[in-house]
């Protein structure tokens, strides 16, 4: 009796040392095959894991052209152009946007002798209170076109350019704020080139360009951002949709 019980107590102790040894090799052809799958995998992870390039954008800044609303007239000034004046400048940092201005007495017709003219950086402040009044007062839009490395490059060699010597001279029937813009924009490969001729006719008011831009950022989805402008000025009208899908 005494026996058979040794005996059994082997076995038991035998098969449970087999089922330690099975559970073991188990354990490692598992972990075994986590490590085969983990170095297969790791590769990806790392190429994934690094940082995606950041996505630049140009911001093409546009102040609406108003006049003092009829309750208003003894309290607000009269801007330059009116309701169809405004202003528009280029910028990869809010704070910093090139802008085209006038330098000195208002030329009717381009000399390019005596250039009345310049191209500045001014911050977010500076730029939206250029015609007078509080900058968060004003109605704005702000354009967000994405750009490549490239046209980054190539809007800093222009605006570096431009800032040390001014190109044309600022005129009524020449380059103002928008054909200035549009300017840039065609050397960055965003808008079509011309002769400057041709775009200060073309683009003759900021209203002009904000159509044709507005129009794209419908057509890319481009991000807009929006800013209504106080009551005690008549504002200039925002574009329908459908003269947007027209634009050309």
């Not at 799958?37 to 093409?60: H, M, N, R």
């Not at 169809?84 to 802008?99: A, R, T």
């Not at 007078?132 to 490059?153: A, F, H, N, R």
Request: glycine residues 6%; positive net charge.
């Amino acid at each position: 009796m005494a026996i058979a019980k040794f005996l059994e107590s082997v076995h038991l102790s035998g098969n449970l040392q087999i089922m330690k040894d099975t559970f073991r090799s188990i354990l490692l052809l598992k972990t075994m095959k986590n490590l085969i799958l983990f170095l297969l995998i790791l590769p990806f992870s790392l190429l994934f894991a690094q940082e995606l390039p950041e996505e630049i954008y140009l911001q093409v800044h546009f102040l609406y052209g108003s006049k003092p609303a009829k309750k208003f007239k003894k309290t607000e000034k009269r801007w330059f152009g009116g309701i169809l004046g405004g202003h528009v400048g280029l910028g990869l940092d809010s704070n910093q946007i090139l802008n085209f201005t006038r330098k000195g007495s208002f030329h009717i017709f381009p000399n390019a002798k005596n250039k009345h003219s310049m191209y500045l950086l001014s911050s977010y402040n500076e730029f939206y209170s250029i015609l007078g009044g509080d900058t968060e007062k004003m109605k704005k839009v702000v354009v967000y076109i994405p750009i490549d490395e490239k046209q980054k490059q190539i809007f800093q060699q222009v605006a570096q350019k431009y800032l040390q010597e001014t190109p044309y001279d600022y005129a009524f029937f020449g380059m103002r704020c928008a054909a200035a813009t549009y300017d840039v924009l065609a050397q960055m490969g965003i808008m079509k080139r011309h002769r400057r001729s041709k775009i200060s006719r073309k683009i003759f008011y900021p209203r002009k360009l904000r159509k044709r831009l507005l129009a794209m950022a419908l057509q890319n989805n481009w991000m807009l951002v929006r800013c209504e402008g106080t009551i005690c000025r008549k504002w200039e009208r925002d574009i329908p949709k459908k003269m947007l899908t027209q634009a050309k």
